[in-house]
């Protein structure tokens, strides 16, 4: 089974903090996604990467970056955190270069930034 | 990406087939068709995909419509853990999984 893994399940952080949220995946998949996922609004794609130090704008990538130095882990991090970036956190991956063959998806994280 | 239509919520008995609809009308040929779940608090589970034929797996069936504008999700014997927000998703290569706001699936003891 394809296993995802999220650094941490809860977070609490204060504004103006940089904060990392890591993403492990054990499959050797070639893409990595990042979400967040918020009541009304669904999920939205903020990075994503098809390859080590790739990586691509999502939707809402603004306040955010992204590293992936190795194959397998994929980091998001903000910068400066702020209120409106209080949210569950999804990270997910995939084994086509092709973008969205079907994704895994890990537990999540759930950051609330005071 | 074709955009989904499905029913806020359904309740389904315990045991019973849990029958979740889909409808996507601007579907194109080479457009997907996925399901995923999401049960509280945890991350969107990956059920099943199809293009034209229907397809099963050990977690679930999938039935096209011979027009593709349409499907559905069965799960054959519902069971309290299928309780979750059941997603349709059209996707096609190149482009991007979009979770709408999806089914939740209520399954009564």
């Known amino acids: 089974d394809v296993k995802v893994t999220q650094s941490s399940r809860y977070l609490v952080k204060r504004t103006g903090e940089k904060v990392f949220l890591e993403c492990v995946q054990d499959?050797?998949?070639?893409?990595m996604f990042w979400y967040r996922q918020d009541p009304g609004l669904g999920l939205r794609l903020i990075y994503f990467?098809?390859?080590?130090?790739?990586?691509e704008k999502g939707d809402i990538p603004e306040g955010y970056s992204v590293s992936r130095e190795k194959k397998e882990r994929f980091s998001l991090i903000l910068e400066s955190a702020s209120t409106n970036q209080t949210s569950m956190y999804l990270c997910?991956?995939?084994?086509?270069?092709?973008?969205?063959?079907?994704?895994?998806f890990g537990p999540g994280t759930r950051l609330l930034v005071l | 990406d074709a955009k989904t239509t499905q029913p806020t919520s359904m309740d389904c008995a315990e045991g019973r087939a849990a029958n979740l609809p889909c409808n996507h009308s601007?579907?194109?040929?080479?457009?997907?068709v996925y399901w995923y779940r999401q049960i509280h608090s945890q991350g969107p589970q990956y059920i099943i995909h199809?293009?034209?034929n229907n397809e099963t797996n050990e977690m679930a069936s999938l039935i096209i419509t011979e027009d593709r504008k349409s499907s559905t999700l069965i799960l054959p014997h519902a069971t309290l853990r299928d309780t979750a927000v059941y997603y349709c998703?059209?996707?096609?290569?190149?482009?991007?999984?979009?979770f709408g706001q999806g089914t939740e699936l209520s399954v009564k003891p």
């Open positions: 997910a991956s995939s084994y086509d270069r092709v973008i969205g063959e079907t994704q895994y």
């Open positions: 499959m050797d998949h070639e893409n």
């Open positions: 990467s098809y390859d080590v130090k790739m990586k």
């Open positions: 601007t579907i194109s040929g080479n457009e997907y």
């Open positions: 199809g293009l034209k």
């Open positions: 998703i059209v996707y096609n290569q190149g482009g991007k999984l979009i």
